[in-house]
């Protein structure tokens, strides 16, 4: 079974240039997570979302991070612009419905110069 | 409040050597979920292990075994006859019954598995 997929696996932007970050979570999972992990620190958790509705959303900066999951499988997160201390790696994780193990994929490394 | 403490920040074994990776926990709820996930270079966070706060049973795993004290609110882990492979940072986390996917991080343990 394949895990969570996510692209790209590394990216180096200018401040104030806007990025993407795309995931594909386990299928059948109807539950996607974004985190955010800072260097030497857990991973935090930005948003969740059960099927194409975000639940909590209470730790995205909404002034410049922005989330979809449109159709409920696919998930996109976007920084617009992004700032240095943006500079992290971006997980993705999903679990089924109301269960409480969740799977990670690769990560997306973001460096902003 | 809750709170993940992992207090080894890094350690350093040789290979064949037994080393166990501690954590300490803090919540209000008598139900919660503990959890180590490993990190290698690749970045992953692979899942290793689950418990339930009302199962204290120890689990082994191959060389992995886990200790669940609820007493010491600690929940350890130990990996017997360590592999270079082995070499990743490892993570505990909480989630609680009423906020399940919420999970509340440790910093980890840089584990490093010389040859």
């Known amino acids: 079974e394949a895990g969570v997929v996510q692209s790209p696996r590394y990216k180096i932007i200018e401040k104030k240039q806007p990025v993407a970050f795309w995931c594909n979570p386990i299928s059948g999972h109807n539950t996607l997570y974004w985190y955010r992990q800072n260097l030497g620190q857990g991973p935090e958790l930005l948003i969740r979302y059960e099927n194409e509705e975000a639940v909590d959303d209470s730790q995205l900066p909404k002034d410049r991070f922005s989330a979809e999951r449109l159709k409920g499988v696919d998930s996109t997160l976007k920084i617009q612009p992004a700032e240095l201390g943006d500079s992290a790696v971006y997980l993705c994780?999903?679990?089924?419905?109301?269960?409480?193990?969740?799977?990670f994929g690769p990560g997306t490394r973001l460096l902003v110069l | 409040a809750q709170k993940v403490t992992q207090a080894q920040t890094e350690i350093s074994v040789v290979e064949k050597e037994d080393v166990t990776l501690d954590c300490v926990y803090e919540t209000r709820d008598t139900t919660y979920y503990l959890f180590w996930y490993k990190q290698p270079p690749s970045g992953e966070l692979v899942f290793l292990i689950r418990?339930?706060?009302?199962?204290?049973q120890n689990e082994i795993s191959g060389r992995y075994s886990w200790n669940f004290q609820k007493s010491t609110s600690s929940f350890n882990f130990t990996i017997t006859a360590s592999q270079v492979v082995d070499s990743a940072v490892y993570f505990c986390a909480l989630s609680e019954k009423r906020r399940t996917y919420k999970y509340i991080f440790g910093t980890g343990t840089r584990l490093k598995v010389l040859a």
């Open positions: 418990r339930n706060s009302f199962d204290e």
């Open positions: 994780a999903s679990s089924l419905q109301y269960q409480e193990t969740q799977y």
